[in-house]
């Protein structure tokens, strides 16, 4: 059976319309930032965050957010699209490349598993984020990173579905094997481009 | 982030269970608690809905709709069923 | 009651809207006629689909404001961000389709059976679903003694108040008004705390029955605080309401 129209009602996002090539198939153009979480907010204290690179149990390099603040961070502006569909165009964030990061550490590894306070997780291929595509972000809008959208520091991946730009990340496994992360492993795509549209495993 | 509870997917649940489950008890399999499905946390529209125990936060159920089909992992549950001891009544 | 046991699968269905009554100013009640309704009990829901013209669905659950034998009514409050309330409070009108399934909730939802004495706790709209328990308390007859403490942000955001007002003696009715008082306001001020709960809760010694419904926080604060009371947590039924 398919639902009747609801006369009049219009939902809240814009269509693509007008902007072809910046908006994958599938998504909706929203002016808000929606919270999306599947976890409670966790509130570390910046005093006892770090960002660390390990491999197999060892941490190979480790920063504290006073030596993190200390990298060279970027200023960058991304449209990020959520598996959920919606999309928003030209957000602005600063916050440290993960080039930064991984130059700093000699490894061979092929995958990445992004891990984060409350043990969200999310796995990407090295060459994914590195190259300039992805970044530690602590600040959005001008802004430190609010806690709700992932403060003080999120993976900001924005040519991947956004579930893999992991908030509250404390740091990232590298791995010889792309094993699925948080929504990976409820059955979401391992990989999870937006412009073919890899939403679920299988597609 | 404002979470819900479990009144809040008792129709989404009732279609993953074919029953009514907001009084159903669940048993948390990482902390043992045990509670009615309606007084779990939920968090909702996000990818999937994610169902926590409200003792330890631990996933308890994960319901993803994929390509038209609910997709439920209840790995994080121990049990899941009618509910018993105090109620309403006693 | 056999018709509560007759239910069977949860599917969407078409409802005609009746009416669209405005209750405060962001505040309307939808009354329903529903193809099929077996009835319901105190405190269940509904979950309401509106399907936009590019076939977008939204989906949202909203108590029912009435009695079993009642006809059907949703009240619904309008939130500032929101995307499905803006539209069934200010859209919406009778004749208009309403896709709906339900009712939803055997945890929250009170029947004679249960007893009491009962302690009913709202914040805000959370105030739908104990007036649904109210009404079906006293078109069964029930005796069960029943207290409600409601709290709204001034005077002109209490939902039902006149019919409210019409239960002083059948049941006990305080309000609170967090944000502004009227002049001559008799009532508490401010959010419920700790003092205002021990002088409105039933002693844990009569085994009472408590429902709270309202926003998360709030529900959490109250729970939290009739457990302090010596409430069982098992007699303490909850139920948060959300944003969008």
């Known amino acids: 059976m398919s639902s009747p129209v609801s006369r009049g009602f219009r939902h809240l996002h814009r269509s693509s319309v007008g902007q072809e090539g910046r908006v994958p198939p599938g998504q909706y153009v929203t002016e808000g930032f929606p919270v999306l979480s599947a976890g409670p907010t966790p509130h570390t204290p910046l005093q006892e965050w770090t960002f660390s690179i390990r491999r197999g149990g060892d941490t190979l390099r480790s920063w504290t957010w006073e030596e993190f603040q200390a990298l060279s961070a970027e200023t960058v502006t991304a449209d990020i699209h959520c598996v959920t569909r919606w999309s928003k165009l030209d957000t602005g964030w600063r916050g440290v490349s993960v080039d930064t990061l991984l130059d700093q550490v000699p490894h061979d590894a092929a995958y990445v598993l992004a891990f984060c306070d409350g043990g969200y997780t999310s796995n990407l291929p090295v060459k994914d984020v590195t190259g300039g595509q992805a970044w530690v972000a602590f600040g959005y809008d001008g802004q430190p990173l609010q806690a709700e959208h992932g403060g003080p520091a999120r993976l900001l991946v924005p040519h991947l579905y956004f579930w893999k730009s992991a908030k509250w990340v404390r740091g990232l496994e590298l791995r010889d094997r792309d094993e699925p992360g948080f929504w990976e492993s409820y059955g979401y795509h391992i990989y999870g481009d937006p412009w073919r549209e890899q939403r679920y495993a299988g597609d | 982030m404002v979470t819900l509870d479990g009144n809040a997917i008792g129709g989404l649940l009732h279609e993953v269970f074919g029953a009514d489950m907001t009084d159903a008890e669940a048993t948390c399999a990482t902390c043992g608690a045990t509670g009615p499905v309606a007084e779990t946390v939920v968090y909702l529209r996000g990818p999937g809905t994610v169902v926590r125990c409200r003792n330890c936060s631990g996933v308890l159920m994960v319901i993803s709709q994929i390509r038209g089909v609910n997709c439920v992992d209840v790995r994080g549950l121990t049990t899941l069923g009618p509910h018993q001891g105090t109620d309403a009544a006693g | ?244």
């Open chain 3, 1 to 244: 009651m056999a018709r509560a046991a007759v239910r069977g699968r949860l599917t969407w269905q078409i409802a005609r809207v009746s009416s669209v009554t405005r209750e405060t100013d962001s505040v309307c009640t939808i009354g329903l006629e529903v193809p099929d309704w077996a009835g319901h009990q105190a405190g269940e829901h509904l979950d309401v689909r509106l399907t936009a013209e590019d076939g977008y669905t939204a989906e949202r659950s909203y108590s029912i404001a009435t009695a079993d034998g009642e006809p059907v009514a949703i009240t619904v409050e309008r939130l500032e961000d929101g995307e499905v309330s803006p539209y069934l409070t200010g859209e919406l009108r009778a004749g208009d389709q309403l896709e709906l399934r339900g009712p939803i909730g055997r945890w929250f939802v009170w029947d004679t059976s249960d007893g009491g004495p009962l302690l009913l706790i709202a914040g805000g709209s959370g105030v739908v679903p104990l007036r649904a328990i109210l009404r079906h308390r006293q078109r069964s007859g029930s005796e069960v003694p029943v207290r409600l403490l409601y709290s709204s942000r001034t005077l002109a955001d209490v939902i039902y108040h006149h019919e409210l007002d019409q239960y002083r003696g059948a049941a006990e009715v305080s309000y609170t008004l967090t944000r502004s008082q009227p002049p001559g306001w008799t009532g508490y001020s401010g959010r419920v705390d700790a003092a205002m709960l021990s002088e409105i809760a039933w002693p844990a010694s009569q085994h009472p029955l408590a429902f709270v419904c309202g926003p998360t926080r709030f529900v959490e604060t109250v729970a939290e605080k009739l457990v302090a009371l010596g409430y069982p947590a098992s007699r303490v039924k909850t139920e948060r309401f959300g944003g969008t």
